[in-house]
């Protein structure tokens, strides 16, 4: 029922920025947790941040704390990952994913979300 579509993925210069956009299903963003996760060319996939519906509570992970910024839009049902001074080790396919809140504050492991998008492809070099 839950469906998460990723976008604006895009080749970038160290130290540039990048937004990411998570097109969810309607009203999606009032009662599911979103979470960003990725997944680097020789690392497992890694929690990135996450944000509750209910407080707009967030979490991020240290690799991105202090550059990446996870926001919202509910009335254009979007999740937005807006990515500052990026680095080469940034490379990576980027997920967003869901699950539904039981409360306040948000999960980072990947295994408490059953909804994810497909990924949008980063690229950061010279």
């Known amino acids: 029922q839950v469906h998460l579509e990723e976008s604006g993925g895009d080749l970038v210069q160290p130290g540039g920025s990048l937004r990411l956009s998570c097109a969810t299903s309607?009203?999606?963003?009032?009662?599911?947790?979103i979470g960003w996760f990725r997944r680097a060319p020789e690392k497992e996939r890694e929690g990135i941040s996450c944000i509750s519906p209910n407080d707009g509570t967030t979490f991020y992970a240290d690799s991105v704390k202090g550059r990446f910024t996870i926001s919202r839009d509910n009335a254009k049902n979007t999740l937005y990952l807006q990515m500052n001074h990026l680095k080469p080790e940034d490379t990576a396919v980027y997920y967003c994913?869901?699950?539904?809140?039981?409360?306040?504050?948000?999960?980072?492991?990947?295994?408490?979300?059953?909804?994810w998008g497909l990924g949008t492809q980063v690229t950061v070099s010279s």
């Open positions: 309607d009203n999606t963003l009032d009662d599911y947790v």
């Open positions: 994913a869901a699950y539904r809140s039981s409360g306040y504050g948000c999960y980072a492991s990947e295994d408490e979300y059953p909804y």
